[in-house]
């Protein structure tokens, strides 16, 4: 079992900047993906970034290079640093661990949300 813990979120004008972390509680297994995705109302969480726990890591088309998903190993945590935020970044952020098992199946656990706003 993994607990993940989200902060981060609030309000910021377009073309400013936001961290997000999550802290896990429990292991993160070597084979673990490490997530980010958001969601608005009436619309599918969508994936944002994810990150391997050796480095390798991919982005949504819609931000690419204002993006950047990092971790912490030390403490078991991961972030999501966000520039030249855009009106359409607005969101609800919820962090994400997906577990592969050999022999059961995948699992994936869930933040409870952090909430981003973009506005002038």
């Known amino acids: 079992q993994v607990q993940l813990v989200e902060s981060g979120g609030g309000l910021v004008q377009p073309g400013g900047s936001l961290r997000l972390s999550c802290v896990a509680s429990g292991d993160i297994f070597a084979h673990d993906i490490l997530g980010w995705y958001r969601q608005t109302p009436g619309n599918q969480r969508e994936l944002v970034a994810a990150?391997?726990?050796?480095?390798?890591?991919t982005y949504a088309d819609s931000v690419k290079d204002r993006f950047t998903i990092s971790r912490d190993n030390t403490e078991n945590t991961w972030y999501l640093q966000m520039n030249i935020l855009k009106v359409e970044d607005a969101a609800v952020y919820f962090c994400?661990?997906?577990?592969?098992?050999?022999?059961?199946?995948?699992?994936?656990?869930w933040g409870q949300g952090t909430q981003v706003t973009v506005s002038s």
């Open positions: 990150m391997t726990t050796s480095g390798s890591t």
């Open positions: 994400n661990v997906r577990r592969v098992w050999t022999v059961a199946p995948t699992v994936y656990y």
